[in-house]
């Protein structure tokens, strides 16, 4: 058998600006939508990026990077995906702190962390929606934002010493 050794083809000038462009207008259309999950309101979606994108597809958006359907879906589910690491890496770092310093795991998951209600029925189940504000997230990502605030605030004990009733359940 004889191997051929092919002569490179020049670059396409074109295609590589092509490229070029797409790779830049997707890292844009990324940004744009992390930044959308910045939102409280919609950080419930991250547990389903593909209802969001049915919802945007049925509003008629179109990408302002000019991106089609297939492209923004994808900058989509990657902004999606970025956040879900960002709260797994929350989440390992609560973990390593509970375990190295005594933190106060009263209400973790029923105190609201931004206006600071605190209800059992904030809580149903694996979702927090807070009955004050209308903060609403996944309950392990609630408890582990209030975890984290309370490292190192010298109040914690005060505020949170009151020894929970029997009918709540605590995380
Ligand atoms: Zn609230």
Not at 12 to 26: F, I, M
Not at 150 to 160: E, L, Q, S, T, W
């Given at each position: 058998?004889?191997?051929?050794?092919?002569?490179?083809?020049?670059?396409?000038?074109?295609?590589?600006?092509?490229?070029?462009?797409?790779?830049?207008?997707?890292?844009?259309?990324?940004?744009?939508?992390?930044?959308?999950?910045?939102?409280?309101?919609?950080?419930?979606?991250?547990?389903?990026?593909?209802?969001?994108?049915?919802?945007?597809?049925?509003?008629?958006?179109?990408?302002?990077?000019?991106?089609?359907?297939?492209?923004?879906?994808?900058?989509?589910?990657?902004?999606?995906?970025?956040?879900?690491?960002?709260?797994?890496?929350?989440?390992?770092?609560?973990?390593?702190?509970?375990?190295?310093?005594?933190?106060?795991?009263?209400?973790?998951?029923?105190s609201c962390?931004f206006c600071e209600f605190v209800d059992?029925?904030n809580?149903?189940?694996?979702?927090?929606q807070c009955l004050h504000c209308g903060h609403?997230?996944?309950?392990?990502?609630?408890?582990?934002?209030?975890?984290?605030?309370?490292?190192?605030?010298?109040?914690?004990?005060?505020?949170?010493?009151?020894?929970?009733?029997?009918?709540?359940?605590?995380?």
């Amino acid at each position: 058998m004889r191997t051929v050794k092919r002569k490179a083809l020049p670059p396409n000038a074109k295609k590589q600006t092509d490229l070029e462009g797409l790779c830049q207008a997707y890292t844009r259309e990324k940004q744009r939508w992390l930044q959308h999950f910045q939102c409280w309101k919609r950080q419930p979606y991250l547990e389903r990026p593909r209802t969001l994108r049915d919802e945007m597809v049925k509003q008629g958006y179109r990408s302002p990077n000019q991106l089609q359907a297939r492209h923004w879906k994808l900058a989509l589910n990657d902004a999606a995906e970025t956040w879900d690491k960002y709260w797994q890496s929350i989440f390992v770092k609560v973990r390593l702190k509970i375990s190295h310093q005594q933190v106060n795991p009263a209400y973790g998951s029923q105190s609201c962390p931004f206006c600071e209600f605190v209800d059992s029925r904030n809580r149903k189940g694996d979702r927090f929606q807070c009955l004050h504000c209308g903060h609403e997230n996944a309950s392990d990502r609630i408890a582990a934002q209030n975890y984290a605030r309370r490292f190192g605030d010298p109040k914690d004990r005060a505020v949170y010493a009151s020894p929970p009733s029997k009918n709540h359940s605590f995380r």
